[in-house]
RNA sequence: GCCGGAGUAGCUCAGCUGGCAGAGCGAUUCCUUCGUAAGGAAUAGGUCGAGGGUUCAAAUCCCUCCUCCGGCUCCA
């Protein structure tokens, strides 16, 4: 407590809206002994108007003050920060010419970037040793302050350290450090009393980051570990991870044989019969989609010169950066598209329009072709061949906002549909854009309007948006936690100026349209990729590639499974008779590993009756079933897209 | 593209201190005709990712390239 304030007293609020008066000066640390002084114990850090902070940071007059103790979710926040700080400790035992930058926690660990040493994964194996002695030594972590002079005296040797005590940490003086042993970081924290709090800690991977995160800038060794209270924790996360790897949709698309991508063809997907089943089921539903918002089909070619790109920006964005597939052939410059954007304007352009046919909408199942850097590539997530469920309506600025509606409206009903939990964003103008500031903020407000209308929640990406305008996006997540865009929804005030697109208005003037540029799925590579991880390959009736497999007894009842196979077939359902000379179990058992909806089973008694016994993958089992029944209900449960099977309910 | 890891039979993987390329599952054939999560036997199956080098000898050691995985940067 500085003396200075001593008189004046400071009013904080705590989490249960109770206020607190305590003297100026007083620390978080302070705060909580004021509440108890068990509280006050317990205290490990704090969070000051929601920022986590050290325990010995003052409180401010109005601050809303949390404690966090070992039993709040922060903690395992700082004990990952701490746990950071002993890698960096261990690290520079065993290899002093190390050289540190920064070291923060993350959601479900931490990473330290260094450089000046070459790691590989023999290194941290050793490393982890050395980090686990450093708990066992159990050193006490203390804050210290230093005169910034010192500091800089002390990072002589380290640029980033420097740049931290020049940016972050600018006009602070002293600042602080943490100190264990004789190891000590520049650092805010807040950290754990004592490097012996840390249960358990592992060091998971070794990759590169750019110092802050820029290209253009030094590369650096980054270590990624994680830490907890205790080796219990630690064995269920990596049981999660274990897991999370049985979702994985490429493990999955190879089990179920829906789709491959072979090293002649790096980034593009190749259809299996199996997979070919799911995207035909995904474009039906989606053209349903379409009509109900009143999109026409188009197609339009994947080869085109690259003068097309050119007035629309798109040459600039993607060309220049290396990520158009573009050659010279016959003195000419072609290239494949990487958006359908273009292609659209062109039919639209083609024709002139009355305000009165606006909104004109056209969809397309477009193949685009994108460059992306081969460290890029990952699964069906992340192609160089794409089809994205596209559209572009062409509508009058009076109706942009009831467009956007309309459309976020059926994206929430297809999610729904999927049960995909699914975070929106809002991504804004970033270097790269065209087009005047005013036509952006007016395209930003449109689509901030249309989802707060909706009552929906979303973050900001300020100065992500593609270069045309800014965007809506529809993120989901992997198996492993991964967040990808699917659906789009973007506003483009700019394209249709630079084409010279119009339309003329009721005072028969010439005006630009406004594009609304969509896609509902996003990308089929993409949204069956998160699909396949969501569903874990175990898809409802109507997208799953085999509905029904019939299973004969023995053979003595193949015939009667074939005339079974056929009512199936005539309702349209994919059904196959597993002919194979194997006992029922060993059929019924590969029918589970394929992730069949359903298995009908028929043997003597069934022939007999003229009726069929139903398995389905919950390993529910109904007898005596008459086949028409079953058909009907298979029917309704596919029609209506039901999320599992519910023949046989329980 | 950058850092780390990996590439051996259709799949999952062993072999990698240089010395005859292996297993399980799957496939094929034969036997078995089976009642709700793996019946038995035999057989076939390989450019050890590609190219180059070292060596009497390379899946194994060295170099270059390709592809995949995790992360960074970037995106549907």
Redesign the pocket.
């Known amino acids: 407590m500085s003396e200075t304030d001593a008189q004046a007293d400071v009013t904080v609020v705590l989490p249960d809206g109770s206020s607190l008066t305590v003297p100026a000066g007083s620390t978080v640390e302070d705060v909580a002994y004021e509440i108890g002084p068990g509280l006050g114990r317990d205290t490990v850090a704090g969070k000051i108007d929601g920022e986590l902070v050290s325990k010995h940071d003052a409180v401010h007059d109005g601050a809303e003050i949390e404690i966090v103790t070992e039993d709040s979710d922060a903690y395992l926040t700082v004990l990952r920060h701490s746990a950071a700080h002993v890698f960096a400790q261990a690290l520079q035992r065993l290899h002093p010419e190390a050289t540190l930058t920064i070291g923060p926690p993350t959601d479900d660990g931490f990473?330290y970037d260094v450089t000046g040493v070459?790691?590989?994964?023999?290194d941290l194996a050793e490393i982890e040793t050395e980090m686990e002695a450093i708990l066992e030594a159990d050193y006490d972590i203390e804050r210290v302050e230093r005169s910034r002079e010192e500091a800089l005296d002390a990072y002589a040797d380290n640029e980033f350290k420097r740049d931290i005590l020049e940016t972050e940490a600018a006009g602070e003086d002293p600042v602080s450090f943490y100190v264990q042993d004789d190891w000590q970081d520049l650092c805010q924290g807040p950290h754990v009393d004592s490097t012996g709090e840390i249960g358990a800690v592992t060091l998971?991977?070794?990759?590169?980051?750019?110092w802050r995160?820029?290209?253009d800038n030094e590369?650096l060794?980054?270590v990624?570990g994680t830490a907890f209270g205790s080796e219990a924790d630690l064995e269920e996360f990596l049981e999660m991870r274990e897991e999370a790897a049985e979702r994985?949709h490429?493990?999955i698309g190879?089990?179920m044989d829906l789709f491959s991508?072979p090293?002649h063809s790096?980034?593009c997907a190749h259809y299996h019969p199996n997979g070919m089943r799911i995207r035909r089921e995904l474009e039906e539903y989606i053209r349903e989609k379409n009509d109900e918002l009143g999109y026409e089909e188009v197609w339009t070619p994947e080869l085109n010169k690259a003068e097309l790109w050119k007035p629309t920006g798109h040459y600039d964005a993607f060309k220049e950066?290396g990520?158009m597939f573009a050659w010279e052939q016959d003195d000419t410059e072609y290239g494949l598209k990487p958006m359908n954007c273009a292609n659209h304007a062109h039919i639209f352009d083609d024709d002139q329009h009355s305000y009165r046919d606006l909104p004109l909408r056209y969809s397309e199942f477009g193949t685009v072709y994108?460059n992306?850097?081969?460290?890029?590539?990952?699964?069906?997530?992340?192609?160089?061949g794409?089809t994205?469920d596209d559209g572009h309506a062409f509508v009058r600025p009076d109706q942009i906002e009831d467009e956007i509606r309309r459309t976020i409206g059926v994206i929430e009903d297809i999610y729904d549909q999927f049960g995909l939990e699914i975070i929106y964003k809002i991504e804004t103008q970033?270097d790269?854009s065209v087009g005047s500031d005013d036509i952006w903020e007016t395209a930003t407000d449109a689509l901030r309007n249309a989802l707060e209308s909706k009552g929906l929640e979303y973050d900001v990406e300020a100065g992500?948006a593609?270069f045309y305008g800014p965007?809506i996006?529809?993120d989901a997540r992997d198996a492993?936690g991964?967040?990808?865009?699917?659906?789009?929804v973007q506003v483009d005030f700019n394209i249709p100026e630079r084409l010279e697109l119009t339309y003329t208005g009721e005072d028969n003037d010439e005006h630009h349209p406004v594009m609304i540029h969509r896609?509902l799925l996003?990308?089929i590579?993409?949204f069956m990729g998160v699909t396949i991880e969501h569903f874990k390959g175990n898809f409802p009736l109507w997208l799953a590639p085999e509905q029904v497999r019939v299973l004969p007894?023995?053979?003595?009842?193949l015939g009667y499974a074939h005339r079974v196979k056929n009512a199936l077939d005539d309702a349209g359902l994919r059904v196959e008779v597993e002919d194979?000379?194997?006992?029922?179990?060993?059929k019924?058992?590969q029918a589970?590993?394929d992730r069949l909806p359903y298995?009908v089973?028929?043997?003597?008694?069934?022939?007999e009756s003229d009726t069929i016994?139903v398995?389905d993958?919950f390993?529910n089992?109904a007898?005596d079933v008459d086949v028409e029944t079953f058909v009907d209900h298979l029917v309704a449960e596919r029609d209506e897209k039901r999320a599992e099977p519910d023949f046989i309910d329980v």
């Open positions: 990473y070459d790691l590989d994964e023999d998971l991977n070794i990759s590169s980051a750019y995160g820029e290209e590369s060794t980054r990624y994985d490429r493990k190879r089990e991508i090293d790096p980034g950066a990520e994108r992306e850097q081969s460290g890029e590539l990952s699964g069906l997530l992340r192609v160089r794409l994205q970033g790269n992500e593609a965007k996006g529809l492993i991964r967040e990808w865009t699917i659906g789009t896609a996003g990308s590579e993409r007894v023995s053979d003595d009842t194979r000379d194997w006992t029922v179990g060993r019924i058992r589970h590993d298995m089973i028929v043997g003597g008694d069934e022939e016994s398995r993958r390993e089992e007898d």
